[in-house]
């Protein structure tokens, strides 16, 4: 039985999420912080690590600051871990969340359970926080191991407007 160092029945504030990733550490589970409640996500599966992998290595070989599970500083009571950031410039190499202003890019690879969370949620979320660019990456459905990404940038309306999308292995082939 895992024992969290917190009191759920009082809103929790970005204060806590070092305590609560201690308590959770090596348990596999990750959690994100919104409007003061803690929300426990499962470990991912092998599909959705690899895709995320993939996917920050080839935003590093474009050269850009890019990072798995950095926490997108809404306000005190809402934190968001997308599966790959982009910096403007790297980040303070000791710091695990980060004011909005600070990122170019957010990543969600969909999640069979997270699916309404990652195309409309975080959408809204991480538009009006600014952040410039968004992507999707979500199962292809002709390859195990595939995967399709779809392509958001913010627009002038303050919402994000799709403009593309694309498979993956053939960025990773453009990249090489």
Known sequence: MIKLPIDLQEPITEDDLDRIGAALANTGIRYELDNGRLILMSPVKAWHADVSLRVCNLLRSQGRPAYQEQG??????????????VFHSRPDPDESRHDPAMFALVVEVVSPDSEEDDRLVKPRIYASAGIPEYWIVDRHPYGQWEAVV???????????????????????????
């Open 150 to 176: 779809e392509f958001f940038k913010l627009a002038e309306d303050g919402r994000y407007q799709r403009t593309g999308e694309a498979v993956l292995s053939e960025l990773e082939k453009v990249s090489d």
């Open 72 to 85: 997108v500083r809404i306000n005190r009571q809402k934190v968001r871990y997308p599966g790959i950031a």
